[in-house]
């Protein structure tokens, strides 16, 4: 993206893009993943994926007609898995909002590499959170009370409620994602339009490719126009999961009535949404072979976020326990003594174990570099993530103001089975991305290769000045 | 490369762009007015098991609602009148009308008359005639003129949108309330000031929160 002025390279830094390739080499590369033949491993992939999916959506229907009683739902734990996976799933989308908008308007150019499939993890991270709020409701034909509609019984959206909020503020969310990495495909989507063969992909790419010509003028609009979407989603990173916090911190209930919930959920989003990319990197890394787009350098600065936002979650899970002893309150410190030695402990300490063990890892400089290492770390801190939020959900609920309604939360087979499905679905869209979108920013990877510097001398003056011969 | 498109595509996307909004309105005009009580519940006039007819009783013969539907100011429900009030009179008025055949045959073998309901709110809102009544509103703003009807009608939505309505602004609805079975009774000029009175020395204040009748 930084094609307008590319500021001169770092000499110090690794080069971003490694192998010394040329425009074309990026381009063979990545749209050659589109264009060749489907590998026998896709078929295989999304034959489980989909089978997940098709689970779920069964599972759906039995919901549909049968009610929330499937799930282990009991008062006094009216959400139990729904919103849990409502909140990871969103929290998920926040690293590509944040590669994407944030590290676009700081100039870190390495976003590059992973921003396309970062924002397509965005993406179907939030689908996957968006059916869960409208699910749980039990009865979603009544979903349109939350739209601003006229109808006959004069009711209209309660806007001083945070669940409200929510719903704008995951709209947004989407929409927003959708616009911007839509847009930023376009140029990628022409140049696969004008590679195509067949006359049917090149009118599919066509319709998608909106007419781009890569001529001057459209590079301006174009780049005005990310500058814009990037300068309106990176409030999005801060606002949405706070506002999915106010779910719960607006309410009294101890445990969820604090203020320290927005940032502590914003840093869990990102904290979680790395992972998750970190996760996606190294598996289409290892599949495309893109190791010279995505370099042990990006992973090793992917890795340093992971650190920095596992510290900020585990200094609130720190002051959490420090505010609720010195708030004085009774209850306050009993929720959260019943939650590090109560029924839901095992939940609590497999959280605490992920989410502020596992990434200590990082602060070493080999394991930062250590693909096995940090595959394994990026998936346990996924699985502390989700036990962080069913921690916070479930065992603040469980255990109300009244103790004889106390209840341990059980889940059912549905429960399970839609938090597994929703995985299913969300690796169908993605495997869906890869096989027939650009999975790297084609355009934007060109733009940080050292031939794009008006400087720049030639190839050969790169093999000299790096000794990195061409190979 | 040659054209994938022709010119006129180019114009699709504005297509695509109004004809989503034309879309979006039509749905919800759509559904606001076909899918309102006012459509689909205005004009409900059921057959009834007897040939009733209201306008000669209650209009022609004037005689008051209460004297049927007596449990009307003290109960949440307006009582459907059993047979035994019918053949307070017609013991000895119309005894060999054909009409009124299904009533005599209630009456001699003591099974009621099965009236078909016609002003029916769901089970989830709680509506007290009693509260109304005593408040002040007549029985015509939410019935209609019964008194003109030969066979009752629907003539008013009853949706929640049209309860809030009066709920909000109830100052045209309230009345006297030796006034409140006159299906004829017009307004005053001086009404708002009238209701305001009413209502600040009966404390009447229509609950617009969900628990005023979903309780």
């Known amino acids: 993206m930084n094609i307008k002025a590319p500021d001169a390279p770092n000499k110090s830094e690794q080069p971003l893009i490694a192998g010394n390739l040329t425009f074309h080499d990026v381009t063979e590369k990545i749209s050659g993943v589109v264009e060749s033949g489907t590998p026998r491993l896709w078929y295989a992939l999304i034959s489980i994926t989909g089978l997940l999916s098709l689970m779920f959506f069964i599972m759906l229907g039995h919901l549909f007609f049968t009610g929330i009683g499937i799930w282990g739902l009991q008062i006094p734990v009216g959400w139990g898995f729904d919103i849990t996976n409502f909140v990871f799933w969103v929290g998920i989308g926040h690293a590509g909002t944040l590669i994407s908008a944030i590290l676009f308007l700081l100039r870190q150019r390495w976003r590059t590499s992973i921003n396309r499939f970062a924002e397509a993890m965005t993406i179907f991270a939030v689908i996957c959170a968006g059916i869960f709020p409208a699910i749980h409701v039990g009865r979603p034909w009544l979903l349109f009370y939350v739209f601003p509609v006229p109808n006959q019984m004069s009711i209209w959206p309660n806007f001083r409620s945070p669940l409200l909020w929510d719903f704008f503020a995951v709209g947004t969310y989407f929409t927003c994602s959708l616009l911007f990495w839509y847009l930023g495909m376009v140029p990628d989507l022409a140049t696969i339009r004008n590679r195509a063969k067949n006359r049917i992909k090149k009118i599919i790419y066509g319709i998608f490719a909106l007419g781009w010509r890569g001529g001057n003028r459209q590079w301006r609009h174009y780049e005005l126009a990310y500058l814009l979407l990037a300068g309106i989603s990176t409030p999005l990173v801060l606002s949405v999961h706070s506002v999915v916090s106010t779910d719960f911190s607006v309410s009294i209930l101890p445990g969820w009535h604090s203020t320290i919930f927005p940032p502590y959920f914003v840093a869990g989003a990102i904290f979680s949404g790395f992972a998750m990319v970190l996760t996606l990197a190294i598996i289409a890394r290892k599949v495309f072979k893109l190791d010279n787009y995505i370099t042990l350098n990006h992973l090793d600065k992917m890795n340093k976020i992971i650190l920095v936002t596992g510290l900020m979650v585990s200094y609130s899970y720190v002051v959490e326990f420090f505010m609720a002893w010195y708030s004085g309150n009774l209850y306050e410190r009993f929720t959260f003594w019943s939650r590090a030695t109560g029924p839901y402990a095992w939940a609590f300490w497999i959280m605490f174990f992920c989410n502020v063990v596992v990434p200590q890892i990082f602060w070493s400089k080999r394991f930062r570099a250590h693909i096995a290492v940090m595959f394994v770390a990026s998936i346990l801190i996924n699985v502390g993530m989700w036990f962080e939020r069913y921690v916070i959900i479930v065992s603040s609920l469980s255990q109300d103001f009244l103790p004889s309604s106390w209840q341990y939360f059980k889940p059912t087979i549905y429960d399970i089975g839609m938090l597994i499905g929703s995985f299913g679905i969300f690796l169908t869209l993605f495997l869906l991305f890869v096989r027939f979108l650009p999975m790297v920013a084609m355009s934007e990877v060109k733009a940080v290769l050292p031939q794009a510097n008006v400087h720049h001398q030639g190839p050969e003056a790169i093999e000299l000045e790096t000794g990195n011969v061409r190979g | ?215």
Not at chain 2, 52 to 60: F, I, P, R
Not at chain 2, 68 to 95: F, L, R, W
């Open chain 2, 1 to 215: 490369m040659a054209q994938i498109f022709p010119v006129w595509t180019n114009k699709i996307p504005v297509y695509i762009a109004a004809g989503t909004i034309i879309l979006v309105l039509a749905i919800v005009g759509f559904f606001w007015y076909y899918g309102s009580p006012w459509y689909t519940d205005v004009g409900y006039r059921p057959a009834q098991p007897v040939r009733y007819s209201h306008k000669l009783h209650a209009g022609d013969l004037g005689i008051d609602c209460r004297y049927c539907h007596y449990d009307v100011e003290v109960s949440a429900v307006a009582n459907i009148p059993p047979t035994q009030i019918c053949m307070n009179c017609h013991k000895t008025i119309g005894t060999d009308n054909e009409r009124l055949l299904p009533v005599r045959e209630s009456w001699s073998s003591g099974v009621p008359i099965q009236w078909v309901r016609v002003h029916q709110l769901p089970d989830f809102a709680y509506f007290d005639h009693s509260a109304h009544l005593r408040a002040g509103v007549g029985c015509v703003s939410c019935h209609g003129n019964v008194a003109n009807m030969e066979i009752v009608e629907l003539k008013k939505p009853l949706s929640m949108g049209w309860c809030l309505d009066c709920h909000r602004n109830p100052d045209t609805q309230l009345r006297p309330r030796n006034e409140i079975t006159n299906m004829n009774w017009t307004p005053p000029a001086d009404q708002v000031q009238f209701a305001r009175k009413v209502r600040s020395e009966n404390n009447i204040a229509p609950p617009e929160d969900c628990s005023g009748c979903h309780r």
